[in-house]
């Protein structure tokens, strides 16, 4: 069943996107030139390892000027619905890390298998609302896992998509506000 919800989520988001996906690799290509994505390994579910893409947001180690408005809104990572296509990520889930990621972060341990369980997500909760230490991310992950219901999948895309318009900056500041007013309540 998720699986089908991918596809064809992936299939809508690339239709929806596609116009500015296309401006979007136009403006890279005439501003910086080729090449127009980034590829990286990841590691998937199980530590599979696959190749991530993302519109390129750097040149020579420096983020591009079309690039900051990329990373701010995170369009830079609309190539990876291909991704979720060919079933390397799921719409929703952990964040796919590189393999020098999980060493430095000490995720390569039993502790933490629970992460490679599932698929990695394009997005996530630890995505959407932003993390302030590996500690954070891996809580928020597991949170997510314990708790993961379409949904919660379904708020995170809405969130997710909010993002793309807005930028991460408001969004998560809207996020903290309302978590504060929960909190308050209590």
């Not at 979720?84 to 039993?110: E, N, Q, Y």
């Not at 997710?160 to 309540?185: D, E, H, M, P, Q």
Request: hydrophobic share 45%; with cysteine.
């Amino acid at each position: 069943m998720q699986r089908a919800l991918d596809v064809v989520g992936a299939l809508a988001g690339l239709v929806f996107f596609g116009l500015p996906m296309a401006v979007i690799a136009f403006v890279i290509v005439l501003t910086d030139g080729p090449p127009l994505l980034f590829r990286q390994e990841r590691l998937g579910r199980g530590r599979k390892p696959f190749t991530i893409l993302k519109f390129r947001s750097m040149r020579d180690g420096v983020v591009t000027p079309i690039g900051c408005l990329l990373r701010a809104t995170g369009l830079d990572e609309l190539p990876q619905l291909l991704n979720v296509l060919r079933g390397d990520i799921s719409a929703v889930g952990p964040r796919p890390l590189t393999a020098f990621d999980v060493d430095r972060l000490g995720w390569g341990k039993p502790s933490c298998d629970f992460r490679w369980s599932v698929p990695p997500g394009l997005t996530g909760l630890a995505q959407v609302i932003g993390t302030r230490s590996a500690r954070h991310a891996l809580r928020l992950d597991r949170c997510y896992l314990a708790r993961r219901t379409i949904a919660l999948d379904l708020r995170l895309i809405a969130w997710s998509f909010a993002i793309n318009v807005c930028g991460k900056t408001r969004v998560r500041r809207l996020l903290s506000r309302g978590r504060a007013r929960v909190r308050a309540s209590l």
